[in-house]
Structure formats: structure tokens, C-alpha cells
């Protein structure tokens, strides 16, 4: 038997165990891996539904996730500082969770605990607690391989999905008539029911590989007449395996994400400092050692325009540590 004829053999194998393994994505969760939250567009508040590109794993998962976010508000012209303008800072602990069923389905759910911090040139103000549950399901209805240039295998695999994120997380009824410029983000949930539609893409040649996600997530309005706009998110991302005795597993990767979200309406009533776009790069890096996995990713914002130019995102960081069994 020749070599490449041996090496391809050896990659079938090892790769199609592996790709029988490769999971979807929650964030966000995405992201966010990922629960979806108010806020998603600027990954503040309730935090965004990417979560970087998850670990294989054959039945079960069960994992701890940290994120980071900052929002600067009520900014002048130019994204300008002003005497109103507040620094916002949202760090979510999320316990999250996936188990296979029959080999195509995957049921994915996640808790996050929110500790909220908003500082102004009056006051800082703290909102810590639970938040919502977010539920998935996701289908693989694509998953093949085949040999190419004699030596190398290609993988395709596709991913379906959809959910729904429960209002567990308390939402606040601001005290005062929430004006139609106002911000509606230090919450601790959107007190709504959301459903959440997601796409997932990947192609692998070898251990290098492009992975292609999408997301949507549709709002519905709360108890108190207040409903979080619609959002969309793209992310495309290239990564690469490095394989250590067999024993440790590498994967950095690279990417960027496109995120776009609808006005908030507040009684009928379209609140014009909310919704817009924001486009970021991202890298990070997953390892995985026998059982266990860890991994994170570091968002930088290249372009926004967020609540009309009257908020500004910083940079996110995301790190998971999770236990496949």
C-alpha cells in the first residue's frame, strides 16, 4: 500500500469520526453561542448570540462560558463624550449545555447570570441576576465526504436549527416614561418571548476549513409594550486543526461578523436610539485535550453605526471551558 493511499485512509477515518461529532453552535451563541438578547446588535445588555466555533463532541456537553462587553450611550454628535454620556459594562456567566439524539439532532440550552455595570458622571448603578433560558434544536441535513486530488478529503456538512428564549430574566419597567431617545439596555432580560432560526455551513479540506454561519432572531413584545427590533448576524470564519499526538487538538481561527438589528418600539412607538449595524473582526482558538475543551474569541468592532451614532461598542471577549462525556 503507498503512502498518500495509507494517509488518505487514515484521515477517512479520523476525520468522518470527528465530523459525525461537529456541532452546530448555539452564541451566539453565537454569539451566542448564543443565547440572543435584547441588544444583540451591540452585544451589550443581555449579551449576543455568537459564541465561536464550539468543540466536537459525540453525545453529550456541558460547559461554563464568560463574556465581556462594553457600550458607551447617550454620546454627543460624532460619537462624541458628553455630560450624559454613560460607560456600560456587561459580564455574563452562562452555564451551557448539548446532547445528540440519533446521530442528526442536537438539543443545545443555555443559563446566564448577568453582573451589569453602568457609570455616569452622577452615579454607578449595578443590576446583577439571572436571565433568559435559551432552547435549540438543530438537523443535520447535509453531511458528506469524498476523496479529492487522490490524497485529501473534503467535508461538507449543513446545519438547521431553531428555538426560543423563555422571559426568565427580570425585566425592569423603567420608573419613568421611557422617551423615545432613550436606551433601553441595563436589563437583566427582555420579559419576551424571542425565536431564534439559524443556518450553519462547513467545508473542510483536510484539517483546514471555512465555516459559514447565520442567524435570526424575531421579537415579540413584552408585558410592558416594549419590543427589542429584529436582528440579523453573518459570521465566516477560516480555522485549522492541528493534531497533536493524538492526544491535544488546536484549532485557531479567524473571521469576521456582520450584525444588523431593527428599531426597539415602545407602545406602538418607534424608539429612535436603538437598532443599527455593526461589522467586527474576530480570532480566537479552541483546544481539547481527551474530555475536556477551553477555548475563546476576541471581537474588535471595524465599522458600526448603533441607536443612530448615539452609542458607541467596544471591543467583547468571550472564554468556555467544557466537559464532553
Given at each position: ?61 456541558v460547559g461554563i462560558r464568560s463574556r465581556h462587553n462594553e457600550i458607551q450611550t447617550h454620546l454627543g ?53 439571572f436571565g433568559d433560558v435559551n432552547v435549540m434544536a438543530y438537523y443535520q441535513l447535509l453531511n458528506t ?9 473534503l467535508v461538507h456538512s449543513l446545519w438547521i436549527g431553531g428555538g426560543i428564549k423563555l422571559p426568565t ?157
Open positions: 500500500m503507498t503512502k498518500p493511499l495509507l494517509q488518505t485512509k487514515l484521515y477517512q477515518k479520523t476525520l468522518s469520526f470527528s465530523m459525525k461529532k461537529k456541532i452546530l453552535f448555539l452564541l451566539f451563541i453565537l454569539s451566542n453561542i448564543t443565547a440572543t438578547f435584547s441588544c444583540d446588535i451591540c452585544s451589550c445588555g443581555i449579551g449576543n448570540n455568537y459564541i465561536g466555533i464550539l468543540p466536537d463532541f459525540n453525545q453529550r456537553i454628535q460624532n460619537n462624541s463624550n458628553t455630560y450624559l454620556t454613560t460607560q456600560e459594562n456587561y459580564h455574563t456567566v452562562e452555564i451551557w449545555g448539548g446532547w445528540t439524539l440519533f446521530q442528526k439532532i442536537r438539543l443545545m440550552a443555555s443559563a446566564p447570570y448577568h453582573l451589569n455595570k453602568k457609570t455616569s458622571a452622577e452615579k454607578t448603578e449595578h443590576r446583577n441576576g465526504k469524498q476523496t479529492t486530488f487522490s490524497t485529501f478529503l430574566g427580570q425585566y425592569e419597567t423603567p420608573t419613568q416614561t421611557l422617551q423615545n431617545t432613550s436606551l433601553n439596555l441595563f436589563q437583566l432580560g427582555t420579559g419576551s418571548y424571542d425565536f431564534n432560526f439559524s443556518a450553519m455551513y462547513d467545508v473542510r479540506l483536510q484539517d483546514a476549513g471555512i465555516n459559514i454561519l447565520g442567524n435570526y432572531k424575531l421579537s415579540s413584545e413584552n408585558s410592558a409594550a416594549y419590543q427589542y427590533g429584529n436582528k440579523s448576524s453573518f459570521n465566516v470564519q477560516a480555522y485549522y486543526k492541528f493534531n497533536i499526538k493524538n492526544q491535544v487538538k488546536i484549532m485557531p481561527n479567524i473571521g469576521t461578523q456582520y450584525e444588523t438589528a431593527d428599531t426597539d418600539t415602545n407602545k406602538g412607538l418607534v424608539v429612535f436610539s436603538s437598532g443599527g449595524n455593526l461589522f467586527s473582526t474576530l480570532v480566537g482558538v479552541e483546544v481539547t485535550f481527551k474530555k475536556f475543551a477551553l477555548g475563546g474569541n476576541f471581537q474588535l468592532p471595524l465599522w458600526q453605526n448603533i441607536a443612530n451614532e448615539t452609542a458607541k461598542a467596544g471591543n467583547k471577549l468571550m472564554l468556555h471551558v467544557a466537559y464532553m462525556f
